[in-house]
Nanobody
């Protein structure tokens, strides 16, 4: 299984980005996909997760601003990020239920 993230970039505070995580291999039965992020000097933290049935979970810091979704036809999981804040600046990684990680995509929120 390989995971490839994309969609990161530089955005102004209040802006939006949509991250994508494309999963090769068995996606349908990949029970849960998670988005994590890591800022310099900080531990990697769970941002959002989605399981096969569609149940979602969010960190308190992103509730109401981020939305995680999955598209089985595209073998992809998305993270729609709205109302971005400078503190959202980090490298964002996706992880599957087997513990496989992608290479990460940089998100920078700055004016």
């Amino acid at each position: 299984v390989q995971l490839v993230e994309s969609g990161g970039g530089l955005v102004q505070p209040g802006g939006s980005l949509r991250l994508s995580c494309v999963v090769s291999g068995d996606f349908i039965n990949n029970f849960a996909i998670q988005w994590h992020r890591q800022s310099p000097g900080k531990q990697r933290e769970l941002v959002a997760a989605i399981i096969v049935g569609g149940t979602t979970k969010y960190a308190d810091s992103v509730k109401g601003r981020f939305t995680i979704s999955r598209d089985n036809a595209s073998h992809a999981v998305y993270l729609q990020m709205n109302s971005l804040k400078p503190e959202d600046t980090a490298i964002y990684y996706c992880q599957d239920a087997l513990g496989n990680w992608g290479q990460g995509t940089q998100v920078t929120v700055s004016s």
